[in-house]
DNA sequence: ACCTGAACACCGTTCAAGT
DNA sequence: ACCTGAACACCGTTCAAGT
């Protein structure tokens, strides 16, 4: 018989992951997850205080993927924090499941706190005061957030097909909703039309205004 | 005995959302709700697909409460979208479980429609080109939800005492975050900082930056 | 120090049976 | 047409007992 290795948090965190990448966060179990693991349930609870802990680790997991070099005393905040804004929508698409997560938690971890700290200190030594700091960073944050739910809870148009696609826009103008329906039929479920184009438009809007009221 | 009236949709969301204002979303079972209602849990499947359907249902029963009257004909399309996007952060902040159903649900019922016909109308009425229209709509939306998610869940600051306030400043600096442990005790935990303070700011900055694309 | 089985108090949902 | 009880296949978590 071989001896299995000492289950770790780092190991118990990596299968989460799996398992919620490949069947969804609601088939994500305690049960599910040490059946997987070779052990029984309550077996976790000896390296979990609960599941709270879990959802808090795997988040912190995905966070930490972030590319992380940053060269915080650099004097031109604008592509650096828009590098960090693409970074952050990158990790988190690559599991759909840990937006949701990231908002829920109270108890943010050492590679979310890393990130703001990242961040804030961009801004501050760039010389923005406290107040232009919080805007900022509550506006970009908001963005970045907003944006990557809607994405990840959009029904996956890619291989929505034409008789399904006409029978929405016929739906849609049955009930009354003259403008959503020519929008949709005009331009969004056009095939080249694509939501996750959008992100770049608005982050880029939203830097250039932070620009102008940073020189006042 | 009196007769109970016949049991509706309409009944069975507002005692819904009645429980989960009053115990949280988590605490909304379909058994807990046949009780408030004062039936077994098993009737609710005589008015109801399933729970998707009652948390569809309840997400745009929120969403009805918008302030709806609109004049779509109107010219200035900038304090007007202003004005909802406020209105549906009103609405949002007003039973806070909601703005997480929001964007899990993929059935948007009919008062979520209507929202999304009401704001695109508008823009497209005030001349906005089909790509505008989608740029701004998928900006403020990402903004307005993303915030709102973030307010939300953020602790209750407010009563936040001075004991707990320093120990987590504390350990915000041992762990070595500089940058977050300064913005936090210079800024972030004085009395006088709201988060909630911060959406005008984001708002209107974005409403001028659209307003400088849509003028070229 | 770590794992286990049995148990508790829950879920959503189905189905056959009642009125 | 609507309601019900029993049942199924799940949850997270506790606890006393094992090694």
Not at 17 to 30: E, H, T, V
Not at 36 to 43: C, D, G, R, T
Not at 55 to 67: N, P, Q
Not at 120 to 126: I, K, P, Q, R
């Amino acid at each position: 018989m071989k001896r299995k290795k000492a289950l770790t948090k780092a190991k118990i965190f990596k299968e989460a992951i799996k398992l919620a990448d490949n069947y969804g966060i609601a088939n994500l179990s305690m049960r599910k997850l040490a059946k997987k693991l070779n052990i029984e349930a309550m077996s976790l609870y000896n390296h979990l205080a609960n599941k709270e802990e879990l959802l808090d680790g795997i988040v912190d997991e995905v966070f930490s993927k972030i590319d992380w070099r940053t060269d915080t005393k650099s004097k031109s905040w604008k592509p650096e924090l828009r590098k960090q804004a693409i970074a952050v929508r990158a990790v988190l698409l690559q599991h759909p499941w840990s937006i949701k997560l990231l908002n829920s938690r109270s108890n943010p971890g050492p590679s979310v706190l890393r990130h703001h700290n990242k961040v804030l200190g961009l801004l501050m030594s760039c010389g923005f005061s406290y107040s232009m700091c919080a805007h900022t960073y509550a506006l970009i944050d908001s963005y970045v957030y907003g944006f990557v739910i809607q994405e990840c809870s959009l029904p996956a148009t890619r291989g929505c097909d034409f008789v399904e696609m006409t029978a929405s826009i016929n739906a849609l103008s049955r009930q009354g909703f003259p403008y959503l329906t020519k929008m949709a039929e005009e331009y969004y479920l056009k095939p080249e039309y694509s939501f996750s184009d959008e992100f770049l438009f608005g982050l880029d809007l939203i830097l250039n205004g932070v620009e102008q009221a940073f020189k006042h």
